[in-house]
């Protein structure tokens, strides 16, 4: 009996070795994984997934990995050290992305709590970079190095996705970084800058002179593709989305999102991108932050169009009480849809509130794009206080502004673009036919040949 059972964890040890040499290959192209650390989930002839998991004062030791995408499962500070750079602290975020080139690293985790990663591995022809293969014989002996004592069962590497891995945000961002230099993303081509504490994508196209693209409540970069294909001809042009919107991470609960917060975010965005003053462009949310930033900060804007933007208090008194109290009562009612797992509801009943469009009029990819930017509007619901904007603000934008309404605009949308366009000195109003509020999507081809026409001249 006793000579069964020795030969039995004899041979789960060999086993579990037979695993070690499957997970890494014969053919390896990095070093195995820390064992202590590091377990195979998924792998096929493409690309190897690895679980990454660290307790507090733990480390990885130097390990070496071909090109990646690492996932944050949770918030942490790690020491980390890249290519056998000086270690630095980085405090990460949950869900945080970052894309790396093969390379030599080590982790050690000096937060409370432990930490988990998920590492998406490129091999072979489908890495950009690769680590050479190590000898055949290297593997063996650092599989038995790291082998463990018999009385533990072996992890058998799974033949599919592990299910847990779905419990990772499926839109991924960049983690915290100490400089503010852009990121590659890989979603739609797109590329991150951290600023003022945030996360934010963007794309660009075309070359010369920079115009940026502020979108509205519901959109994000994506929302201006016939814009970048206009302008982009003529103009370097980079739309970035706001903060908590597709793809940046968020997890719902954020209580930073306020008009001021969007405002910093943009000012420190364009200052990332180190390119000087921009044209700036903005559409419903985003033009009251384009506004603000052109008068607080005129150094940063070459010229500024605006469609409206939510400046209420440049109406009458009884307008903006009416304008704001119907802005607290439907974040009232979308509130709690938002946050109890029906985002649908919550982002149907504001669209239809908000009049720009119907949702049953769009596509279904339009919905499924409007929804993934659900927890933005819930962050949006949790602050009713409309823009600080006054005409005093409106006579600090030294930039040539253009006013762009749609024909059939709304009342209070008609008296904010009249009021502003007496304080701003140097603006000037041009009206979109057979358009509502939403312009760029009711009558794009006019939208965009004024825009155009606006931004030759300035």
């Not at 070795?17 to 064992?35: E, N, S, Y």
């Not at 049953?360 to 819930?378: D, F, M, T, V, W």
Request: glycine share 6%; hydrophobic share 35%.
């Amino acid at each position: 009996m006793t000579r069964a059972i020795l030969f039995g964890l004899r041979m789960r040890r060999y086993a579990y070795i037979l695993v070690i040499l499957l997970a890494t290959g014969l053919h390896a192209q990095t070093t195995p994984p820390d064992l202590r650390h590091m377990r195979v989930e998924y792998e096929d002839e493409r690309l190897r997934v690895i679980r990454l998991t660290l307790a507090p004062g733990e480390s990885t030791g130097t390990v070496e990995l071909n090109e990646r995408i690492n996932v944050s499962g949770n918030d942490a500070r790690l020491k980390i050290s890249l290519g056998g750079s000086t270690p630095a602290v980085f405090d990460v975020k949950a869900g945080s992305m970052r894309h790396e080139a093969a390379s030599q690293f080590s982790i050690e985790n000096v937060g409370t709590a432990e930490w988990q990663c998920v590492i998406t591995e490129f091999k072979g022809q489908f890495a950009k970079s690769v680590i050479p293969a190590r000898p055949p014989e290297k593997v063996q002996e650092t599989a038995r190095a790291q082998s463990p004592p018999e009385n533990v069962a072996p992890q058998v590497q799974s033949k599919q996705p592990n299910p847990v891995l779905s419990t990772f945000p499926s839109q991924p961002s960049v983690e915290a970084r100490p400089a503010t230099e852009p990121t590659s993303l890989n979603v739609d081509g797109a590329r991150v800058l951290f600023v003022n504490g945030t996360e934010l994508a963007y794309i660009e196209r075309g070359q010369g002179q920079p115009v940026v693209l502020v979108h509205d409540t519901l959109g994000d970069y994506r929302s201006w593709a016939p814009q970048l294909t206009a302008l982009s001809r003529s103009y370097r042009v980079i739309a970035y989305s706001r903060r908590y919107h597709y793809p940046n991470h968020s997890n719902g609960k954020e209580h930073d999102y306020t008009y001021d917060t969007n405002t910093k975010d943009l000012a420190d965005f364009i200052r990332a991108l180190n390119a000087g003053p921009v044209r700036l462009v903005g559409f419903g949310y985003g033009a009251s932050i384009a506004g603000m930033v052109a008068a607080e900060h005129p150094e940063l804007v070459k010229a500024l169009v605006v469609t409206e933007p939510a400046y209420e208090k440049l109406l009458d008194t009884t307008m903006a009480f009416r304008s704001q109290f119907a802005r607290e009562e439907i974040y009232g009612i979308i509130r709690k849809p938002l946050t109890k797992d029906k985002p649908e509801r919550g982002v149907q009943t504001y669209l239809d509130w908000l009049g720009y469009q119907d949702w049953a009029g769009i596509s279904a990819e339009e919905q499924y794009r409007k929804k993934q930017n659900s927890n933005a509007l819930h962050a949006q619901t949790l602050d009713a206080s409309p823009p600080n904007f006054v005409c005093a603000t409106g006579k600090k934008i030294s930039a040539p502004t253009l006013i762009l309404s749609g024909q059939k605009r709304s009342p209070n949308s008609a008296e904010i673009a009249g009021v502003l366009s007496a304080c701003i000195p140097n603006a000037e109003r041009a009206t979109v036919s057979n358009s509502g509020g939403a312009v760029y999507i009711d009558n794009p081809s006019e939208a965009d040949k004024l825009l155009m026409e606006f931004l030759g001249k300035h």
